[in-house]
Every structure is written in structure tokens, then in C-alpha cells.
């Protein structure tokens, strides 16, 4: 199974993020861009990659304690930007501000350990809090500043899920495996 973690978005909010897609797209053309579908768009937490069933049962038993070392979150959607750089573009994405930060952190490294121990893969890279839009299959960007402005969004998301990854023809299709509340009440940590 091939495995990953991320905070979901509500399906009003993909669609919000899709229509904007759909006005740059025109842009972008020169890259030969391949577009997040709305209903794939969500920030990922950790990518595992490939585990058997029953690593992905210990998984879920591990995520559901790691759940509890973060509360709800507020994430604030951001400018556009290109990864790893603008002289060689591979990623078209929309920036996010997340807090509470210094929690976020703490499950993030949990789920890094989590994957060590499970001997998935694993990520030494600081995280990036980052919304994938566009693969760029050419390293092409337009001057972003020059393109009309991303829609500044504030969600409130209080889960995280683990999600499979199911490459097809047509892309990567996610399915929901299950649902980790975060933790609501905060005072103990």
C-alpha cells in the first residue's frame, strides 16, 4: 500500500482553489503542467511510500497516539511559489501559514519517527508548509507577480488523515483510510 498522511481540505475549498487553477492554467501552458485534481488537493504531512498490511495496521494504532500532540489547526492559505527554485521551476504551489507552529511540529517529527520505526521512508528536509497545484514537466514559470491573486483562504482543520495513493493512467487516485482527530483539549500540553 502506498501510504501518506496529510490535512485534508473541505471539498468547497478545493473546488475554490480548482476555479483559480483554471484561471492561470493559460499561463502555465508553456510548462506542460500537470494539475492537482480539486478533490486531490490537501497538505501532506509525511509520505511513507509503500508498506505491507500489516505495517499499515501498526501505522494507524501509532497515528492514532500521535494524534493527541496537536491541537486543532488554523491554516491561511498564502502566495504562489515554485519549488526548489524560480530559475528552475518544478512545482507550482500556494504557501500556507499554519498554526498553532510549534505543535504542528512536535506530530510531524512524531510521524517521522513513526516511519524509522516502521522502516518506511522517511524526510530530514525541514517541512514545508506547501499546497501542490502543478507539476511542471518543463521548468517554466511566468512572472507570478504578474498573474491574478490566489484566494486568501482561513480554514480551521481538526483531523488529519491517512490516505492511499493509487497511481493510474490518469493519475494518482487517494482513498481515505482513516481519520485522526487532533487533540481538542489543550490545556495539558
Same mark, same amino acid.
Given at each position: 500500500?502506498?501510504?501518506?498522511?496529510?490535512?485534508? =481540505?473541505?471539498?468547497?475549498?478545493? /473546488?475554490?482553489? +480548482?476555479?483559480?487553477?483554471?484561471?492561470?492554467?493559460?499561463?502555465?501552458r508553456? #510548462?506542460?503542467?500537470?494539475?492537482?485534481p480539486?478533490?486531490?488537493?490537501?497538505?501532506? &504531512?509525511? =509520505?511513507? +511510500?509503500?508498506?505491507?498490511? !500489516?505495517?499499515?495496521k501498526? *501505522? !494507524? /494504532? $501509532?497515528l492514532?497516539?500521535?494524534? /493527541?500532540l496537536?491541537?486543532? @489547526?488554523?491554516?491561511?492559505?498564502e +502566495? $504562489?511559489?515554485? @519549488?526548489? #527554485?524560480?530559475?528552475?521551476?518544478?512545482?507550482?504551489? *500556494?504557501?500556507?501559514?499554519?498554526?498553532?507552529?510549534?505543535?504542528?511540529t512536535?506530530?510531524?517529527?512524531?510521524?517521522? !519517527?513513526?516511519a #524509522?520505526?516502521?522502516?518506511?521512508?522517511?524526510?530530514?528536509?525541514?517541512?514545508?508548509?506547501? &499546497?501542490?497545484? #502543478?507539476? *511542471?514537466?518543463?521548468p %517554466?514559470?511566468?512572472n507570478?507577480?504578474? &498573474?491574478?491573486?490566489?484566494?486568501? @483562504?482561513?480554514?480551521y482543520?481538526?483531523?488529519?488523515e @491517512? $490516505?492511499?495513493?493509487t &497511481?493510474?493512467?490518469?493519475?494518482?487516485? %487517494?482513498?481515505?483510510?482513516?481519520?485522526?482527530?487532533?487533540?481538542?483539549d489543550?490545556s495539558?500540553?
Amino acid at each position: 500500500m502506498r501510504l501518506f498522511v496529510a490535512l485534508p =481540505f473541505p471539498a468547497a475549498v478545493q /473546488n475554490q482553489i +480548482g476555479t483559480y487553477c483554471g484561471s492561470i492554467e493559460t499561463a502555465f501552458r508553456p #510548462a506542460r503542467p500537470s494539475w492537482v485534481p480539486p478533490q486531490n488537493l490537501h497538505l501532506t &504531512l509525511h =509520505f511513507f +511510500g509503500e508498506l505491507e498490511v !500489516e505495517k499499515a495496521k501498526e *501505522l !494507524e /494504532n $501509532l497515528l492514532s497516539d500521535a494524534a /493527541n500532540l496537536c491541537p486543532p @489547526l488554523r491554516i491561511t492559505t498564502e +502566495g $504562489l511559489s515554485v @519549488l526548489p #527554485a524560480m530559475n528552475r521551476p518544478r512545482v507550482l504551489y *500556494l504557501a500556507a501559514r499554519i498554526e498553532p507552529s510549534e505543535p504542528l511540529t512536535i506530530l510531524i517529527d512524531r510521524i517521522r !519517527e513513526i516511519a #524509522a520505526q516502521l522502516g518506511a521512508q522517511t524526510d530530514a528536509r525541514p517541512w514545508k508548509a506547501h &499546497l501542490t497545484l #502543478a507539476r *511542471l514537466k518543463l521548468p %517554466y514559470a511566468p512572472n507570478l507577480s504578474s &498573474l491574478p491573486k490566489p484566494p486568501m @483562504l482561513s480554514l480551521y482543520i481538526d483531523s488529519f488523515e @491517512l $490516505l492511499q495513493s493509487t &497511481l493510474s493512467p490518469v493519475g494518482a487516485i %487517494y482513498s481515505k483510510i482513516r481519520r485522526f482527530a487532533l487533540y481538542t483539549d489543550t490545556s495539558t500540553l
